[in-house]
């Protein structure tokens, strides 16, 4: 008779249950033991404009990251030609407000400052700096025109996250929870002149970007800086500005390390203006930090902020809207979070920072009013340095 085959393995061997990951070998950052994820948190449906949402989130298994936002406007009908204010569809909201277990305000802001303009110029949503959410795939604008609906859908992120897994906050005790609270525009504010007939609802989906509790590693492995956070918060600095004065503005009291700072002028009807010096001037303590033409600022956001937005035909600069980042550690182009935090502008609650026009341009609807969302980094401890994920 011919020699039986040997088996190479016990029979057992297939039958073994494998982890869905592979685990790595212990020791190295946070993001090596961790999984990005995430993980839906609510859908509120059918709420009229001027509604306020606020429905508590829920826990996730791990550190969250950011919340993830999409309003949909469905089920609008016009009647005759429906038109959108400037700031549509951003201006969803007039006020939110995501704040920490604690009561500390991590974002709050109008619809605008915080949906497009952290979004563009906060390096925390995308690979590049310059990011327009009216680029997704995702996003429609506001239906406008002879009978047109006003529908539209936008998505949008309120970020936690500055640097890579540095920023996040615990989200698996959901005692110790962030409230997020939005308020919904008037619709008259919203359309400006004309509404469609039969307004439409908003539905306003939240999810959370996380990551995973590590698993099968010894020790304490937890993000670098737990605690730590990056605060934006829209603030109006003082005085107002006369039409063709030489005005020095000073902003609030900040502290902490500020990575971005993004000033947004409107003018008396709250319409974003281009009223700009041809000269500029941004002063710290006193000292003329920078001191610039105003196009020659321009160039240098279009530089530091060039990213997805060259790529796509040119830089574009919302009207009414200067940004100047410190987020330039490794580059001369913010990436993102890839950052080390070395050239973040260090402040203390005594620090004042000044924006000065002389003169300012001629502004038809005087006063105007210059305010400003600061990416306020607040460490716990000693700020983490470096590249931590590495």
Same mark, same amino acid.
């Given at each position: ?13 297939? !039958? ?20 990005? !994820? ?57 006020? =939110? ?15 605008? $400052? ?25 996003? $429609? ?14 998505? &949008? ?5 500055? &640097? ?80 063709? $004065? ?14 971005? =700072? ?129």
């Amino acid at each position: 008779m011919p020699p039986s085959t040997a088996q190479t393995a016990p029979g057992q061997e297939a !039958g073994r249950p494998q982890p869905q990951t592979t685990v790595q070998n212990p020791g190295g950052p946070f993001i090596r033991h961790s999984q990005p !994820g995430r993980r839906a948190q609510y859908v509120s449906t059918s709420n009229a404009f001027g509604a306020l949402i606020t429905q508590p989130l829920v826990a996730v298994p791990g550190y969250i990251r950011a919340l993830r936002l999409r309003f949909a406007a469905t089920g609008g009908v016009a009647t005759g030609t429906v038109s959108a204010s400037a700031d549509a569809p951003y201006n969803i909201a007039s006020l =939110i407000t995501l704040r920490d277990a604690f009561g500390t305000p991590l974002i709050v802001g109008d619809g605008y $400052s915080v949906l497009k303009l952290v979004a563009m110029f906060g390096g925390q949503f995308g690979l590049h700096s310059l990011v327009d959410v009216a680029n997704f795939p995702s996003f $429609s604008a506001v239906a406008t025109g002879l009978s047109a609906s006003g529908n539209f859908t936008l998505p &949008a992120q309120l970020p936690l996250e500055f &640097a890579k897994a540095y920023g996040v906050i615990s989200g698996a005790n959901a005692s110790l929870l962030p409230n997020l609270q939005v308020q919904l525009n008037a619709s008259a504010t919203f359309y400006g002149t004309t509404s469609p007939g039969t307004l439409p609802t908003i539905e306003m989906d939240v999810d959370a970007d996380f990551y995973w509790l590590p698993e099968g590693v010894g020790g304490n492995i937890e993000p670098p800086g737990l605690g730590s956070t990056c605060q934006w918060v829209l603030q109006q600095a003082n005085p107002s500005i006369g039409s063709a $004065s030489t005005t020095r503005c000073q902003i609030p009291r900040l502290c902490g390390y500020l990575s971005t =700072i993004i000033f947004i002028m409107r003018d008396s009807t709250s319409a974003r203006i281009d009223g700009w010096p041809t000269r500029m001037r941004i002063y710290v303590d006193g000292v003329p930090l920078i001191d610039s033409r105003v196009d020659t600022f321009e160039d240098d956001m279009a530089i530091q902020f060039g990213g997805i937005g060259a790529i796509t035909g040119g830089f574009n600069r919302p009207t009414g809207v200067l940004a100047w980042t410190r987020k330039m550690s490794l580059n001369q182009e913010s990436n993102g979070l890839l950052d080390t935090g070395e050239t973040w502008l260090s402040t203390n609650p005594g620090t004042l920072i000044e924006f000065e026009g002389a003169p300012w341009a001629t502004i038809s609807n005087a006063p105007a009013t210059l305010s400003i969302m600061a990416g306020q980094v607040v460490p716990t401890g000693a700020l983490v340095q470096g590249l931590p994920e590495l």
